[in-house]
Nanobody, 117 residues
Framework: VQLQASGGGLAQPGGSLRLPCAAS????????MGWYRQAPGKQRDLVAS???????NYADSVKGRSTISRDNVKNTVYLQMNSLSPEDTAVYYC????????????WGQGTLVTVSS
C-alpha cells in the first residue's frame, strides 16, 4: 500500500487546514485510515482515525474542532482541523491500517504543519 498525502505548510493561529491522504495498491476492504502527529521531542500520537465502516476516533486535543471523513471509492481520507493553535505544530503522518486478514500499518512520509503568526 502506498500513501500520498498533501496539505500542510504554514497556518495562522485560529485558522484551518485540510489534509487529504490517498491510499493505493493492494487494499483489503476492511481497514482504518487516519492521521497521527509528532511534535519535536514527543512521541507520535493519534489525531483522528476512521474505519472503512465509519467508526471514528479523535484525540481529546482535537475533538470538537476537527472532522475526519473518507471516500471508500477513492480510498482517500480527509482531516479538517479548525481553530488551530501553535500546539498543533507537528509533522503529520498519514496512516493506513490493514485490519484483515491481519493487522498491519503503512505510513506516509509525513507533512509539516506549522501554526504561527
Amino acid at each position: 500500500v502506498q500513501l500520498q498525502a498533501s496539505g500542510g505548510g504554514l497556518a495562522q493561529p485560529g485558522g484551518s487546514l485540510r489534509l487529504p491522504c490517498a491510499a493505493s495498491g493492494s487494499i483489503f476492504s476492511f481497514n482504518e485510515m487516519g492521521w497521527y502527529r509528532q511534535a519535536p521531542g514527543k512521541q507520535r500520537d493519534l489525531v483522528a482515525s476512521i474505519t472503512s465502516v465509519g467508526l471514528i476516533n479523535y484525540a481529546d486535543s482535537v475533538k470538537g474542532r476537527s472532522t475526519i471523513s473518507r471516500d471508500n471509492v477513492k480510498n482517500t481520507v480527509y482531516l479538517q482541523m479548525n481553530s488551530l493553535s501553535p500546539e498543533d505544530t507537528a509533522v503529520y503522518y498519514c496512516n493506513f491500517r490493514q485490519l484483515w486478514p491481519k493487522e498491519y500499518d503503512y505510513w506516509g512520509q509525513g507533512t509539516l504543519v506549522t501554526v504561527s503568526s
